[in-house]
């Protein structure tokens, strides 16, 4: 139950993901006259086939489920009828194979921001930017920030979450600047901060951009108060319920819901004894957290959230909620620069600056997959939109194979007004096959490296 946990929601994303990058191709390419034979999600041989539509198209479900693809009529594939030589891919103008071509990246950015629209539309719970010192505050520390520090804006960005907060700066600590932090103070006074992100490490395993910067979330002083429960999560089997209080784990003092989440952090997979104060009487449960990694690190978690506090004090979520104009905008906003920083992050693995060893295949994506199924259904959105983005991008890159590679054949085709040999585009497609095997094996390696490290 537990592998199914991850499989599923990875299999539901990785699902809808390829059929809008297929569907792309699919609309654009009837939209431009050209005959679909075979609409396909997975690669070899089909399961299950169904044929439907005036071309008689073969709409299949195939066996290796990463990836899917758009089969056109095309003379170079076979012999094309002479009454529908017109409806040939090939026979199109190199605008009309462009449009077709790109669609598909282009329908997973437009998923992207259908996704993120609706989010910011609805409305999500998100933890407040408000921030305190780590245990390694010299940045921060140098900027004058202080415990309690409320971040309203970043060099005149409104930030209205901790995921706003974490996503400007890791912008501008790739831009290598510094930037003005402009901060409500826990004595409801306007401040700034000026934070030096030059020289800041953005790749260094084990440890959050964030956290190097000197900052982490701010926590009130709350008491270890059970509130939302993850439904099959360990807390839940074993019996606890919302409102419960913690007053002792392993017959240690719990005074504050940190002191918790600490124990229960350092005790993945081992059987905790919880005392638990519920309705005027003190109880025994006994809970073993789930084995969780995080940034590489074996941690337990048994699947609670804290109590909100009584009203008056100061909360540490808000729900965060955009109109549905203001709403659009930043999910075009989000979408391409996410995009740009993907971009980003991929050159500077090229020259060096990134590891590739953040590179991540299927395994950790499942991951990823599962925990933020866990975690709520905006979080889940939240990751198939990220993927998505990351599959546009992926499809973007001028390697022959990809859809960038063909895009970058007919840009060279309109430049100097004829078609690319046949054998030119040959030898691209074998070094891009090659490239491409090359990057899926280095995907996996990392995937299977971080399994065995923990």
Request: proline share 6%.
């Amino acid at each position: 139950m537990n592998l199914l946990n991850y499989l599923v929601p990875f299999a539901l994303a990785l699902g809808v993901l390829i059929l809008v990058h297929e569907m792309g191709h699919y609309l654009v390419a009837r939209w431009c006259g050209v005959k679909v034979l075979r609409f396909s999600i997975g690669f070899g041989k089909p399961l299950c086939t169904r044929r439907a539509g005036r071309d008689a198209t073969e709409w299949s479900l195939a066996a290796f489920p990463l990836g899917g693809y758009v089969k056109m009529l095309d003379e170079r594939e076979g012999p094309v009828a002479p009454a529908e030589l017109h409806r040939s891919f090939n026979r199109q103008s190199v605008y009309r194979r462009f449009a077709i071509v790109a669609a598909g990246p282009l329908a997973n950015f437009l998923l992207a921001i259908v996704v993120y629209w609706g989010l910011f539309v609805a409305g999500t719970d998100e933890l407040r930017p408000r921030v305190a010192l780590s245990e390694t505050p010299a940045i921060a520390e140098a900027a004058g920030v202080r415990d309690g520090d409320l971040v309203v804006a970043v060099d005149e960005e409104p930030v209205r979450s901790w995921q706003d907060l974490r996503w400007v700066l890791l912008q501008h600590a790739l831009d290598n600047r510094e930037v003005m932090l402009k901060v409500r103070t826990l004595e409801e006074v306007e401040a700034f901060r000026r934070l030096d992100l030059k020289g800041v490490p953005i790749d260094e395993a084990g440890t959050d951009l964030i956290a190097r910067i000197g900052l982490k979330p701010w926590r009130p002083a709350i008491p270890a108060i059970i509130g939302r429960l993850v439904e099959g999560g360990p807390a839940e089997r074993a019996g606890m319920r919302s409102g419960d209080e913690v007053v002792a784990i392993e017959a240690t003092p719990i005074e504050a819901w940190t002191e918790l989440v600490q124990t229960v952090r350092e005790a993945p997979g081992r059987m905790l004894r919880f005392e638990i104060a519920r309705e005027g009487s003190v109880m025994e449960l006994f809970v073993t957290p789930d084995e969780a990694s995080e940034n590489g690190e074996r941690v337990g978690r048994i699947g609670v959230g804290v109590a909100e506090p009584a009203p008056g004090g100061l909360s540490m979520f808000a729900e965060v909620r955009y109109g549905p104009v203001e709403g659009l905008v930043k999910a075009v906003r989000q979408t391409w620069e996410t995009s740009v920083l993907s971009l980003k992050m991929i050159g500077r693995m090229f020259t060096g600056e990134v590891s590739w060893k953040n590179l991540s295949g299927p395994v950790t994506i499942a991951d990823y997959a599962g925990q933020t199924a866990q975690l709520g259904l905006s979080h889940y959105l939240k990751f198939v939109a990220l993927i998505s983005i990351s599959l546009g991008v992926l499809n973007l890159l001028p390697i022959p194979v990809l859809d960038g590679g063909h895009l970058l054949y007919y840009t060279v085709e309109i430049i100097k007004g004829g078609p690319i040999p046949e054998r030119v585009m040959e030898i691209g497609q074998q070094i891009g096959l090659v490239l491409l095997v090359m990057l899926m094996a280095f995907a996996f390696y990392n995937d299977i490296n971080r399994l065995i490290s923990g």
